[in-house]
């Protein structure tokens, strides 16, 4: 019995000495943001530090000269200026940007590639949630939701809160990539006629949501009820939408976005807006980020923004950060890397 127990002891004691050791051996890791004053995301920032010995942004920032040499991988959820090219040059050890999300446009990758850094990111996992919250403000924005939903005039509802019917209606979609498709999908069950542009899909892909392939945007917008923006931003997309493409959208028609900032020109769409020149827009993302609270866009009857919260489920930030940490365990292991976003 006191050999057996001895064993314990002896098997605790080598285990605790292991864990020991391992936490010293976590690489160190740059965490662009704090996560602590939210449960939920401490759960996901402990899953983090199972891996790594993170270092926030702000520990960071109070004493460089000691954090920089350790530091391997870089996890950023949003742009921050921890992607900064003088911090960035100023980390030897880095081997990794472990972005969570899909769009990369906060940070300058031919740069980072010539500091033989990787960069990756999250795609896959965050189409469900961006496209439920694509559809969530294409029906909010049609049936106006949200004013409905606050107007205490129950019995007697002006008639300027009259919606538009989703099903049925043509849905023009910009961007068929991961999140594009699964909107589309989204939009075969709400029976709509789907257009989609520029990226095509195979014929299959194209009869199992029933849509058809616009080979001109203009054709797409002319002929929408709902135009949704799913693209990156990239300098071809950058100013996609702008006042001659708004111009061409039917009067009840509405813009809805859940690509990024910058594909829309924003000008135009308070123009468009504001003149009737297309009925509505509900964006998830607006640049900047947040608005400024005197942002004219704040003050339009027909403008739904929610303040980017595509993938804000608990189940997709979960897997978000999974995928962030295998993600940059690979790169830092040498391993062939999951996401890796490479630089053009
Ligand atoms: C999206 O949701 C479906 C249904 O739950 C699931 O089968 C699929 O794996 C999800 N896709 C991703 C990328 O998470
Ligand atoms: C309904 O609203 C209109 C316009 O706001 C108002 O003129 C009218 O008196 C209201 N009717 C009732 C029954 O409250
Ligand atoms: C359309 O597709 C082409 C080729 O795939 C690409 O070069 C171009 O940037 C795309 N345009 C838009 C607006 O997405
Ligand atoms: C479109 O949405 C993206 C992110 O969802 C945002 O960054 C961008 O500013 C939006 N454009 C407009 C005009 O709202």
Redesign the pocket.
Known sequence: LFGITCERVLSYFILLSSTQVMEEDKPCALISELWSEHTYLKELSDLLKQNFHTISYREFLQNPALHAPKIQAIFMWAPSSAAEPSLLRSLPSLKVIANGGVGVDHLDLPFIASLGVKVTNTPGVVSNATADIGMGLLLASARKIVQVAVDP?T??L?SNLMGFEVTGSTLGIIGMGHIGYKIAQRGKGFEMKILYYNRSRSDEDERAVGATYCENMDDLLRRSDFVMLAVNLTPETTGLIGQRELSLMKPTATLVNVSRGLVVDQDALVKALQSGTIHAAALDVTHPEPLPRDHPLLGLPNVLITPHVGTDTYQTTRRMVEVVVENAQAALNGLPIPNEVKSQ
């Open positions: 005039k019995n007697n002006s």
